[in-house]
């Protein structure tokens, strides 16, 4: 199964903190809601998945399998909750699925990477910058420096710059 993580990042790298504020750029949702449709599953972390609910952003994608990764909550209405990476994985594939977008937040991405489990990386570079946030940490053993090669890049639109690149193993 191929595994592509997703997510969008500020123009110095940090991953894009959304707020009432600062809403994503709609090029971004948009272009997510296109690759989970594709995929017709995608991988979150809770946290991540509380935001969806509470924005009112999970009707969008009733018809896919979501597969929230928690190691404290069990159970979530409407979802499958995964314990491990390689369990919603797993699950993914035993449900038929050829691709597996792993979504967000952080935690859940650092967790991927660091268990050599991606594949591609799709990162929208939005036309920000911001002076917090969180970064990819692939600075384990396995990862202290891997080189990845471009497979394209596009604009998304109001300043929204797609990299897609492929993870060699």
């Known amino acids: 199964m191929?595994?592509?993580l997703w997510a969008t990042l500020t123009g110095n790298g940090n991953y894009a903190q959304s707020s009432p504020n600062h809403?994503?750029?709609?090029?971004?949702?948009?272009?997510?809601a296109a690759h989970a449709h594709v995929a017709g599953n995608f991988i979150v972390g809770r946290r991540t998945f509380e935001g969806m609910q509470a924005s009112g952003g999970g009707?969008?994608?009733?018809?896919m399998d979501i597969v929230v990764v928690s190691a404290s909550v069990k159970e979530i209405p409407g979802v499958t909750v995964?314990?491990?990476?390689?369990?919603?994985?797993?699950?993914?594939?035993?449900?038929?699925?050829?691709?597996?977008?792993?979504?967000?937040?952080a935690?859940?991405?650092?967790?991927?990477?660091g268990q050599?489990?991606?594949?591609?990386?799709?990162?929208?570079?939005?036309p920000v910058l911001e002076g917090k946030g969180l970064n990819l940490l692939i600075d384990t053993e396995k990862y202290q420096?891997?080189?990845?090669?471009?497979?394209?890049?596009?604009?998304?639109?109001?300043?929204?710059?797609q990299l897609h690149y492929a993870i060699g193993h």
């Open 107 to 113: 935690d859940l991405h650092n967790a991927f990477l």
């Open 145 to 161: 420096y891997k080189e990845v090669e471009l497979l394209n890049f596009k604009s998304l639109g109001s300043g929204v710059v």
């Open 59 to 63: 009707g969008a994608f009733a018809s």
């Open 116 to 126: 050599g489990l991606v594949d591609e990386l799709i990162f929208n570079v939005a």
């Open 2 to 4: 191929k595994t592509i």
């Open 23 to 32: 809403p994503p750029k709609k090029e971004a949702l948009d272009d997510f």
């Open 82 to 105: 995964a314990a491990s990476p390689l369990e919603a994985l797993r699950y993914l594939q035993n449900k038929g699925h050829q691709t597996a977008l792993i979504s967000g937040g």
